[in-house]
């Protein structure tokens, strides 16, 4: 009997130091539950593992012997975050805010209009253009983009 609880005993040893325990949190360290962990390994960026965080923010993965591995971690509202653990056993990844992705619509007739189908000169700003101004405001970025552009401007 003994021999049996002895033998258990350094399964579970052996079977936890070539286990991963990946701990994820957000900005304000409270556990992220839900976030999409991947084990990568290092020479060829292949995803090995995958698993979910639990309530408590965990994930467990099982490691290869041996190797270079990375871990990748996604989750909504928040920006991917990716980690070298070949040395590890156990990481506390702290997860930063994602940037907003939104678009925004000024219209007079309160709904989105095609700039073909308004009465008005239409302009668009894309992502790079606005990246590469850095406007401190919105108005800034109209009057980089020469805007207003009325009669008598």
Do not use: C
């Not at 990375?70 to 990481?91: C, I, K, M, N, Y």
């Amino acid at each position: 009997m003994r021999v049996r609880v002895l033998y258990f005993l350094l399964l579970s040893i052996a079977a936890s130091a070539s286990e991963l325990n990946v701990i994820v949190i957000d900005p304000s360290s409270a556990a992220v539950s839900g976030a999409h962990v991947s084990l990568i390994r290092g020479s060829d960026s292949k995803v090995l593992r995958t698993a979910v965080t639990s309530a408590e923010g965990t994930a467990q993965i099982a490691l290869p012997d041996s190797g270079s591995f990375r871990v990748r971690v996604l989750a909504p509202g928040f920006a991917a975050e990716t980690l070298d653990v070949s040395a590890q056993r156990e990481v506390t990844i702290k997860l930063r805010l994602a940037p907003t992705s939104e678009t925004v619509v000024v219209t007079a007739t309160r709904t989105p209009v095609t700039g073909e189908a308004a009465a008005a000169d239409v302009n668009t700003l894309t992502a790079e253009q606005l990246t590469t101004m850095n406007p401190a405001a919105a108005a800034d970025a109209g009057r980089f983009a020469g805007w207003p552009r009325h009669a008598g401007a």
